[in-house]
């Protein structure tokens, strides 16, 4: 137990066994700055994720007494942690900034699981740090409940991403395009390294820091890669591997990120830094989530894409520990990034074709793939198509329930006779394919209007009770919930006038 608690302040029980033990704390200055986090106003508890507090021990009654706040708020010191702000630079739509940093967000230090990972607990919403360029240092609780929400859904889905262990809500103003709430979030993931994290070093020409992190990484994210021969190289190949796959993962759902900055990608491929993103309704290859991305450059066409391009940004990072001959180490990196487009095919084919319900391989199955999607352009309820697809009867021609959705109907009814003769040829069995197709294809999605109408409740009424009813809905999203079934539709027509910016 350390010293603090000792002292005799009171105390909140499982807090106590949250030792941390604050690898990164331990990485020379140049790495962060230390600072504490500033109390948020009339700070209290809106919503505690007990499945993730599970994790590290701590239970509801933990987040119930008061303490907790004061710890989580910044109203008082966390026992053992060690409050620090992580350095990073980034490529932000395209150019490349020398120094971003957590402006806003401290990390407060790592605890163990039972199974011995550990956890980086970060604050999301925590004031000023020196990384802030003159903001505030807030988040507000529009952007908290939407992270919040998002995480869970995310892990739902089976999707890698950070999570959050409760959300604390304040009597705190903050200014944006209004006045709004301000809010905190308590972070959590095995790891906040950052592409630009490494790419900081990197530019700045300090490759000897820039080798301190990449053993950092090699002791703890990619221990098993110590004792590779090429250990940097393959580092770097999962990166790639965890990267194209998440992406494909994000397609196979219909999820945008809005703001794929290569500050905002994580060396450990989890989906990070929740702003302006958006599950689609109406599929549309050019969707743009972020209001503010004028260009389209991270519509969810060019998704795959932009993964790449941050790629190839860490790669340059890399080349010092690829190799002291720099021409042999751009072509060691070069030869695994064109790995890229095989592992993104690779795994968003397989996901195609469990969402079409195919156990069997076909050449054509990303042609009948291609072709849906042109015709559920701009008009079809892309989540709905997929599950609704899962009840069809080989048996009997029934139509899709969306079929009068289809602009082109002959076409569509066209791809449907083609879908029909290619589980024909594999003997699909109606039960079983419906059973595999609703494992991926989910029957709730966090869609925009649903966390609007969580954030409306709790703005307006200070009522966070529809944030912990999605967080249980969407923990689960493969599972029918009878009395749920409203959360199972089409978004209503309101949700079109909802604009989403980097304004968070
Ligand atoms: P984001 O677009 O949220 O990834 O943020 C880009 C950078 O701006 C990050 O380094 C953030 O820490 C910083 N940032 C965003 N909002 C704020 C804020 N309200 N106060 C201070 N820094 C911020
Ligand atoms: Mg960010």
């Not at 469990?354 to 042609?367: M, N, R, V, W």
């Not at 029934?398 to 006779?417: A, G, K, N, Q, V």
């Not at 529809?466 to 493969?478: A, G």
Request: glycine share 8%; hydrophobic share 40%.
């Amino acid at each position: 137990m350390n010293s603090i608690l000792k002292s005799g302040h009171s105390r909140v029980a499982s807090l106590e066994s949250l030792t941390f033990e604050n690898r990164y704390a331990k990485l020379p200055a140049p790495f962060f700055h230390g600072v504490s986090p500033t109390p948020l106003k009339g700070a209290h508890l809106a919503s505690f994720n007990a499945e993730l507090g599970a994790l590290v021990g701590l239970t509801i009654e933990d987040a119930s007494q008061s303490g907790f706040v004061d710890y989580f708020s910044g109203a008082r010191d966390m026992p053992g942690a060690e409050p620090l702000a992580m350095v990073y630079a980034g490529h932000q739509f395209g150019h490349f900034v020398p120094q971003l940093g957590d402006g806003r967000a401290l990390l407060l230090g790592q605890v163990r699981d039972e199974q011995g990972a550990l956890w980086d607990m970060h604050l999301k919403g925590s004031g000023p740090t020196r990384f802030s360029r003159g903001s505030d240092g807030r988040a507000v609780l529009r952007s908290s409940i939407r992270e919040y929400l998002c995480g869970e859904a995310m892990s739902g889905l089976g999707i890698p991403t950070t999570r959050a262990l409760c959300l604390i809500a304040s009597s705190e103003s903050v200014l944006r395009e209004r006045v709004e709430p301000g809010a905190m979030l308590v972070r959590m993931a095995q790891s906040h390294v950052r592409f630009g994290s490494l790419e900081y070093f990197y530019h700045r020409g300090d490759h000897e820091n820039l080798r301190k992190l990449g053993e950092y990484l090699l002791q703890g994210e990619f221990a098993h890669l110590r004792d590779k021969e090429a250990p940097y190289l393959e580092l770097f190949d999962e990166v790639i591997r965890r990267t194209a796959k998440l992406i494909a993962q994000w397609q196979g759902v219909g999820f945008c990120h809005g703001v794929m900055n290569s500050d905002n990608m994580s060396i450990l491929g989890l989906t990070l830094d929740y702003g302006p993103f958006a599950f689609m309704d109406t599929f549309e290859h050019d969707y743009i989530c972020n209001h503010s991305d004028h260009q389209g450059r991270y519509s969810y066409r060019r998704q795959p894409e932009m993964a790449h391009f941050n790629l190839a940004c860490l790669a340059t990072a890399l080349l010092p520990l690829i190799d002291d001959d720099n021409e042999v180490a751009i072509s060691l990196v070069r030869e695994r990034l064109a790995n890229y487009w095989g592992y993104f095919s690779d795994a968003h084919l397989a996901i195609v074709r469990a969402k079409l319900g195919f156990l069997q391989q076909e050449s054509e199955d990303i042609g009948l793939w291609d072709e849906l999607l042109l015709l559920m352009e701009g008009k079809v309820d892309f989540t709905l198509f997929f599950r609704q697809l899962g009840a069809l009867s080989l048996s009997s021609p029934t139509h899709h329930p969306l079929r009068s959705e289809f602009i082109d109907l002959s076409r569509f009814d066209l791809w449907m006779y083609e879908y029909r003769q290619r589980l024909q040829r594999e003997h699909s069995c109606d039960a079983d394919r419906r059973k595999s197709m609703n494992e991926v294809n989910p029957k709730y999605i966090l869609r925009n209007y649903m966390a609007e109408a969580a954030i409306r409740k709790a703005e307006d009424n200070g009522d966070y009770s529809e944030i912990d009813y999605l967080l249980n809905l969407l923990r689960t999203p493969f599972s029918e919930q009878s009395e749920s079934e409203q959360y199972a539709q089409s978004a209503p027509a309101w949700a079109q006038s909802i604009q989403l910016s980097c304004s968070s």
